[in-house]
């Protein structure tokens, strides 16, 4: 059922990349419970836009849970305090009356701020750039059953092109590690006859480029997986460790 | 295979492989220990403490063994800082609990707790044994005279109830070291799947409620009985 919230937010403030930030506190009411928290948050931009103040700067697109666009670290968690969603698919119902909720952007040196709670996550299209992809022409689509895939393998490089590259493994896990993303990326690709060929060199190289840019290693704690808004399964990290070790022993 | 261990899964499949390594050992160890509570005349443990100390593989194994201990200390440090700097600004708010096990985020803790306690350990014990094996005393079993390392580990326990207080926490603080190594350490070899995933959970944490059963057993034991 309806019911109506008074909040304080307490959001992220940062004119640029190279200023200091700091927090600041402000109070919205009679918010929806039916409301996402996006929307809450445009409530409160165009309220501080009619009390002539900046209102705050955060990454949102498709508000469908598709593009991978928003983030939010909202009370402790990417993407909020609700399972499985990215952060517009979030519903003030999971907030209760009164309550502080604090927003933070994603915190990595990978991720630098933009703006207020806008990091800049080029390094993800950096990590892709290195080897997430078939580097010759693969046709069009075959036949059916011209190229034989078993219907498990299938749906695994199925799951792990689930991955939108919102960053929120990186902003959950405690090393600010990109493992999940980048053993999702290459899972897709190892998976499958076309990007197999290429496996073993791309594991390396999206590696390398994952610590070149500053993110952390894996410790196996499993907060990435657990905070994913598309499930992506640390398996894949383990996928990932063999490709990378046999592209190494190889050599 | 240039540049190995300047990658952080490269760096993890030494701690993986020290760590597994490690594991091994502890097997031996606490089966060895374990003839400290079945044999109150002290004859069992003295015979394979001695067979340990005389044994040619385990000679060749020691400093193998050694050398593991210390790359897989050194390197936890150095693997902590790099991941520790991989965020300078740290959230206000965080939920860690939600999403990771206490342990999974604190073995670099647990671990240098195991570590002190392993000073200690090597203290009490392995210097003794070493180095000053005449303050042990002799005993004849089945016609060979053999140091009685038994009086020297049963005596400490016997003799200090804060002893055995320390090495029953010690014992349980290793146990959640492993419930996460175990299984980490074979994921980390890329040796995992979804299915292996579960089942290297629960042999992580049976095998961690052996380990510090088994160790903490042994000075409740003589806490207990003497």
Request: hydrophobic share 45%.
């Amino acid at each position: 059922m309806e019911s109506f919230l008074n909040l304080t937010i307490k959001v992220w403030h940062q004119k640029g990349p190279t200023e200091k930030g700091r927090f600041e506190s402000y109070k919205v009411e009679h918010i929806s419970t039916d409301s996402s928290f996006l929307e809450m948050m445009d409530i409160l931009n165009e309220k501080l836009i009619k009390e002539n103040k900046e209102p705050i700067a955060f990454d949102h697109d498709c508000r469908e849970g598709i593009c991978g666009m928003c983030s939010l670290y909202i009370n402790g968690r990417p993407h909020g305090p609700d399972d499985d969603i990215t952060t517009c698919q979030l519903y003030m119902r999971k907030f209760k009356d009164g309550e502080t909720i604090t927003v933070e952007p994603w915190r990595a040196a990978a991720f630098p701020v933009i703006k207020d709670l806008i990091v800049d996550r080029t390094a993800f299209d950096k990590i892709i750039a290195a080897g997430g992809y078939i580097s010759v022409g693969t046709g069009g689509v075959p036949d059916g059953n011209n190229i034989a895939i078993p219907k498990d393998i299938a749906e695994q490089a199925m799951d792990s092109a689930a991955c939108i590259g919102c960053g929120a493994c990186v902003a959950a896990c405690k090393n600010s590690s990109a493992m999940l993303f980048v053993s999702a990326k290459v899972s897709q690709l190892a998976l499958l006859p076309q990007g197999k060929a290429e496996s073993k060199r791309r594991a390396k190289n999206m590696v390398k480029k994952m610590e070149e840019l500053g993110f952390g290693g894996c410790t196996n704690t499993r907060a990435c997986e657990v905070e994913c808004p598309k499930n992506i399964s640390v398996s894949n990290i383990a996928r990932l460790n063999r490709e990378f070790l046999k592209s190494e022993f190889s050599e | 295979m240039s540049n190995f261990l300047s990658v952080s899964i490269g760096r993890k499949f030494l701690m993986s492989i020290t760590g597994i390594f490690m594991m091994l050992f502890i097997c031996v160890h606490l089966t060895l220990n374990l003839f400290l509570v079945f044999d109150d005349s002290g004859n069992l443990f003295n015979v394979g403490a001695n067979f340990m100390s005389t044994n040619p593989l385990i000679k060749i194994m020691e400093p193998i063994l050694a050398l593991g201990f210390i790359i897989h200390i050194i390197w936890a440090f150095i693997i902590y800082y790099q991941n520790y700097k991989t965020r300078p600004i740290g959230y206000a708010v965080t939920d860690r609990s939600y999403s990771s096990n206490w342990n999974a985020r604190n073995m670099l803790v647990i671990g240098a707790l195991v570590l002190t306690f392993l000073v200690i350990h090597l203290i009490n014990f392995y210097y003794v044994i070493k180095f000053d094996s005449a303050a042990m005393g002799q005993v004849t079993i089945d016609g060979t005279q053999m140091h009685n390392t038994y009086a020297l580990v049963a005596g400490l326990f016997k003799g200090s109830v804060i002893y055995g207080i320390l090495y029953m926490t010690a014992g349980i603080l290793l146990g959640f070291h492993l419930s996460h190594g175990f299984w980490s350490a074979f994921h980390t070899i890329g040796f995992n799947n979804e299915n292996w995933i579960p089942r290297l959970i629960v042999v992580s944490k049976i095998f961690a409620v052996i380990v510090a059963t088994g160790f903490s057993i042994i000075p409740l034991y003589f806490m207990i009985k003497f």
